[in-house]
């Protein structure tokens, strides 16, 4: 490649720091600039997932990308485990010979690899976020010159990715401080508004007395006042404990889970119809148990919402709630929200169940998972996931039966 061609792959590589799409776009055409250039059949980013202490495939572009998507190799398996942890690419003309080389994906996936790039990929302090690495060149064989242009457009997708990261937190801390500016402000109007509810009472004896059924309105009208306004603040509070990562602390009285539950099935039954979406439910009763309505309200809409926005037209949210037995004389609430949506990979669903999720969608936050955790964690409960790519996925929550008055 002459130096101007090197030079114009750059330019394409770092036009894409700057363009409007989606970032995961973004980086999948990073690493596309970087195949072309290098005439590789296939590329992959992946990153470092401390919780697993493994690389995870997180971009990949190929024939056998949506099989490698998601996939982890541990940080001492394979080529790319060990420029990760020597900090050094290297070049790798026969890797079946090389006993750093792992064929597992390549078992996996049903694929031969012959030849190998593998750059890492560090932050602005030198620290490893993981590495790229292309496979296989079409024509000839790769060289060490191919080795110093892929780890220069490995450094621009490591800016790029570093970059998101920023912005993100930038975004949430923003987000938390106003969240919380906003919360103190409607406490304090949610504070008048109940006092001047407050000074009619010594009205309503006289009302009682003039005007029985007034009477009546009025104390149903002033509860419902008192629940919306009260709802306000804590919805509020909710998402400004969600931004901030904070534990939310629940108000528990007696409730039907299984009512609960039910309430929420018919409130997003139009959304559902609008997106053409059937919802299945099977909800056993369940006794009263200590909750606290308004988060198990707020954690069951979180998760028919998102069931009903993964699935396409035509496709089913399934819903089923009911009391389990352990076997050792423990009662827990038990509710499984199914969708026959697109599915996420392995790492998506280990960040929403750890609360490290963000939302793949432009402008997204991924607050909603966030405060679905917060309200299982308040009530000291549990939820897992399992998820197929293509076949949809299911969220199973249990709770603790918690009796009292």
Do not use: C
Not at 95 to 103: G, I, K, L, N, R
Not at 190 to 204: E, Q
Not at 269 to 290: C, F, G, H, M, N
């Amino acid at each position: 490649m002459e130096e101007r061609d090197r030079i114009r792959v750059i330019q394409e590589a770092t036009a894409q720091l700057f363009t409007a799409i989606d970032f995961e776009e973004r980086l999948r055409r990073i690493l596309q600039v970087a195949m072309q250039s290098v005439d590789a059949e296939g590329g992959s980013i992946l990153l470092y997932e401390p919780s697993l202490n493994a690389l995870v495939f997180r971009y990949v572009v190929g024939d056998k990308s949506h099989e490698l998507q998601g996939m982890s190799l541990d940080v001492n398996e394979g080529i790319a485990g060990e420029v990760f942890r020597t900090g050094q690419p290297k070049l790798t003309l026969d890797p079946e010979h090389d006993p750093q080389h792992s064929p597992r994906v390549d078992i996996a996936i049903r694929h031969r690899t012959t030849s190998l790039l593998t750059v890492p990929m560090r932050g602005s302090e030198g620290e490893m976020l993981g590495v790229m690495q292309l496979v296989n060149r079409r024509q000839g064989v790769f060289t060490e010159q191919d080795l110093v242009m892929t780890g220069i457009i490995a450094d621009i997708a490591a800016l790029a990715i570093q970059n998101a990261r920023l912005a993100r937190d930038a975004e949430l801390a923003h987000l938390a401080e106003t969240m919380g500016a906003m919360a103190h402000d409607i406490k304090n109007k949610v504070n008048v508004v109940l006092g001047w509810l407050t000074t009619l009472d010594p009205y309503l004896s006289e009302i009682a007395r003039v005007h029985p059924e007034a009477y009546m309105l009025m104390q149903e009208a002033f509860g419902a006042i008192h629940s919306a306004t009260e709802e306000v603040y804590r919805d509020t509070q909710l998402v400004a404990d969600a931004i901030k990562g904070a534990g939310t602390e629940a108000k528990l009285e007696p409730h039907s889970f299984a009512e609960i539950v039910e309430s929420r099935v018919h409130a997003i039954e139009p959304l559902a119809r609008q997106k053409r979406v059937t919802i299945r439910s099977d909800i056993k009763p369940t006794p009263p148990s200590l909750l606290d309505k308004f988060l198990i309200e707020r954690m069951v809409y979180n998760l028919l919402h998102n069931a009903v926005e993964a699935t396409p037209p035509g496709g089913e949210v399934r819903v089923r709630a009911h009391l389990e037995d352990n076997g050792s004389g423990h009662l827990y609430l038990g509710l499984e929200v199914s969708d026959t949506g697109a599915g996420m990979p392995p790492y998506r669903v280990r960040e929403i169940l750890e609360g490290r999720a963000t939302s793949s969608k432009a402008g997204g936050t991924g607050l909603g998972t966030r405060i679905i955790r917060n309200a299982i964690l308040a009530h000291k409960g549990h939820w897992d996931a399992t998820s197929q790519p293509g076949k949809g996925t299911t969220f199973r929550v249990r709770i603790p039966v918690q009796k009292g008055s």
